[in-house]
C-alpha cells in the first residue's frame, strides 16, 4: 500500500515562493507517475503538474506554466514542487497523488481518476 504525505505548505506574500515536497513510501517509486493538484474553498479540484516513472515527462496547468516546476528523486522516494510567483489565486489545499504506470514510463496526464492513491494535502495561502 503506496502512502504520500506532503510537506512544506504555509503562508507567503505573493511573489513569494514555496517548495512543496511529496515523501512516498510502502513501495518503490520507479513504477508511479506523481501528480501535484489542489483544490480551493468552493472550487473543483485542479490538476497542476505531473511527473512521469521516468522523470523525462512533465506537464504542467496553463494557470501555473513557468511559475511552478516539478520533480523527483527516485532514491529519495520525493518528488517536489518549486512554486515560485506566487500569487494569492494559487491559494489552496495541494495533493500529491500516484499513479502506477510502469518501470521508466514517460506517460502524464492531468487526470485525477487515474491517480489511486492520495495524500492528505498541505494548505498553501498566498496572502499579504
Known amino acids: 500500500q503506496l502512502q504520500l504525505v506532503e510537506s512544506g505548505g504555509g503562508l507567503v506574500q505573493p511573489g513569494g515562493s514555496l517548495r512543496l515536497s511529496c515523501a512516498v513510501s510502502?513501495?518503490?517509486?520507479?513504477?508511479?507517475?506523481i501528480g501535484w493538484f489542489r483544490q480551493a474553498p468552493g472550487k473543483e479540484r485542479e490538476g497542476v503538474s505531473c511527473i512521469s516513472s521516468s522523470g523525462a515527462s512533465t506537464n504542467y496547468a496553463d494557470s501555473v506554466k513557468g511559475r511552478f516546476t516539478i520533480s523527483r528523486d527516485n532514491a529519495k522516494k520525493t518528488v517536489y514542487l518549486q512554486m515560485n510567483s506566487l500569487k494569492p489565486e494559487d491559494t489552496a489545499v495541494y495533493h500529491c497523488?500516484?499513479?502506477?504506470?510502469?518501470?521508466?514510463?514517460?506517460?502524464?496526464?492531468?487526470?485525477?481518476?487515474?491517480?489511486?492513491?492520495w495524500g492528505q494535502g498541505t494548505q498553501v495561502t498566498v496572502s499579504s
Open positions: 497523488a500516484a499513479w502506477r504506470t510502469a518501470f521508466s514510463s514517460n506517460v502524464v496526464t492531468l487526470t485525477p481518476r487515474v491517480y489511486k492513491y
Open positions: 510502502g513501495s518503490t517509486l520507479d513504477y508511479y507517475a
